[in-house]
């Protein structure tokens, strides 16, 4: 059986996708992938750093440079602690029993969100378009700063 896998990496596209926050982060200008529960992976060509946005908290964190996506992806992205903390596999893997498998595009969403008062356990997530989501959160949370 093949193992789950709680991310995905694409080919760059422009981080406006992440709505207001891009202000925050103006270096960084590419989004190279996403997590199966929404986290964005983040590139800043210029410095060659790589970040994670969590956007139920808007904020990210930077992980360091790397010389490549895929250097980011065995270092960090596949690292126990990292799969275990922040992409939450067991949690993916209930949630994929319980609502199936992404299509393209999709990631697993809390309703409500987290910060709307949603507690995130694996019967409050549906799937959903993942750039929706990030226009959705982005301006739920500008209204509510």
């Not at 275990?84 to 209930?94: A, I, P, Q, S, T």
């Not at 029993?97 to 393209?104: C, P």
């Not at 697993?108 to 990030?134: A, C, D, H, Q």
């Amino acid at each position: 059986m093949r193992e789950l896998e709680c991310y995905k990496i694409i080919e760059p596209v422009s981080s406006n996708a992440i709505g207001h926050w891009i202000r925050d982060y103006p270096l960084y200008e590419k989004i190279v992938g996403y997590s199966n529960l929404g986290h964005v992976f983040l590139f800043s060509p210029s410095q060659s750093d790589y970040a994670v946005f969590y956007p139920f908290k808007a904020a990210a964190k930077s992980y360091g440079t790397f010389n490549s996506t895929s250097e980011f992806e065995q270092e960090i992205l596949q690292e126990e602690g990292f799969k275990h903390f922040v992409l939450n596999e067991d949690h993916v893997r209930e949630i994929s029993k319980l609502i199936g498998i992404l299509n393209e595009d999709e990631v697993y969403i809390p309703r409500p969100y987290p910060f709307l008062g949603g507690n995130e356990e694996v019967e409050s997530y549906e799937k959903g378009n993942v750039w929706t989501m990030l226009t959705l959160v982005s301006q739920l949370l500008a209204d509510s700063a």
